[in-house]
């Protein structure tokens, strides 16, 4: 992927990481709503996130934020695992104790 440098000024960096962070939080909203788990539901224990295609984060959502540093490590190993084989609208989900930490 070619990078673009565009100049930016800075009420189009807040336009763009509002956008970015509400992206986060409706994956957040998603979840609660259809989950049927008091901890998911009630203590919102989760977190959403966004990576960029460099693999670093770059939006996150006010869940609970303890997962975050296990959070880009867990997203590197899945990409390394379906290396070449993802398409787009394909999802990653795992549940790794030894790269995710226990509930990620």
Not at 31 to 42: C, D, G, H, Q, V
Not at 76 to 97: A, S, T, V, W, Y
């Amino acid at each position: 992927m070619e990078e673009i440098n565009l100049p930016l000024n800075p009420i189009t960096v807040e336009v763009i990481k509002g956008a970015l962070t509400y992206a986060a939080e409706e994956m957040g909203i998603v979840l609660r709503n259809s989950a049927y788990s008091p901890n998911i539901k009630e203590r919102m224990d989760f977190s959403c996130t966004l990576f960029d295609h460099k693999k670093r984060l770059t939006a996150q959502a006010e869940h609970i934020p303890v997962h975050l540093g296990s959070m880009q490590l867990a997203v590197q190993k899945g990409l390394k695992k379906f290396d070449g084989k993802l398409e787009d609208g394909d999802m990653i989900l795992f549940n790794d104790p030894y790269i995710s930490g226990t509930h990620l």
